[in-house]
């Protein structure tokens, strides 16, 4: 007696008028066509092969990408100017400034907080751009290094940075001016223990230190600093 194709599916009296037939030996294919046949003649939704779309691939599809779904539009009042973004809500406050908005003066070092190279000025004071969201600057005046200047009459510290020799390879430089300028606003200039103490959040691995003190305190000694 032969055996029963593994891939046959036994046949019901149901069946029967779909043309099932043991001893064709379906195929998985040929099986769950029946199988679908049969559901249907009872009134039972037929089971939906894998790969199958449930539903219809037209209906109900986003305008935009999951990503693009998740952008916010924000403003951002830049060396006064008034920039508009659409960013994602996560996007620091450094990347927005390089990477959307072009002022690459303020530089990415560490990323983590920890050297000061992003260090810019908002509402007059200082703050690390990479650790601060750009939605979180709304409504805020932000000071880059680029806004320092008045045309090519240099900022009284970039000045004193100049005249002291305050940067070697220049890369801290930035994050260092931006810093110095908060710090004279804030009056942490009345001896080198107090610049140094107050500036330490900012490194330069070129060891320029004595001549930033020596820049910090001329700026601050001509009391044009703060501006």
Do not use: W
Not at 76 to 102: H, I, Q, S
Not at 178 to 188: L, Y
Request: charged residues 20%; hydrophobic residues 35%; proline residues 5%.
């Amino acid at each position: 007696m032969r055996k029963p194709d593994r891939l046959s599916a036994p046949c019901s009296p149901a069946s029967k008028e779909t043309g099932c037939s043991r001893e064709a030996g379906s195929s998985r294919r040929h099986f769950i066509s029946q199988l679908a046949a049969l559901s249907a003649g009872l009134g039972v939704a037929a089971p939906i092969s894998r790969g199958a779309s449930q539903t219809n691939p037209t209906e109900n599809a986003p305008d935009q990408s999951p990503e693009e779904n998740s952008l916010i539009d924000i403003t951002l009042r830049v060396n006064g100017t008034t920039r508009k973004l659409r960013v994602d809500p996560r996007v620091t406050l450094l990347d927005a400034l390089r990477e959307r908005l072009d002022l690459v003066g303020t530089k990415k070092g560490c990323d983590q907080g920890a050297c000061g190279a992003c260090t810019v000025l908002v509402d007059g004071t200082r703050v690390i751009a990479c650790l601060t969201l750009a939605v979180m600057a709304q409504g805020k005046e932000i000071t880059t290094i680029e806004g320092l200047a008045k045309g090519d009459e240099l900022h009284p510290v970039q000045a004193a940075f100049v005249t002291c020799d305050g940067f070697q390879c220049g890369y801290c430089t930035p994050g260092q001016i931006m810093s110095a300028v908060g710090c004279i606003r804030e009056g942490h200039t009345k001896s080198d223990t107090e610049i140094r103490e107050f500036m330490s959040g900012n490194i330069c691995r070129c060891g320029a230190y004595p001549n930033i003190v020596d820049a910090i305190k001329l700026a601050s000694a001509e009391g044009k600093g703060a501006i």
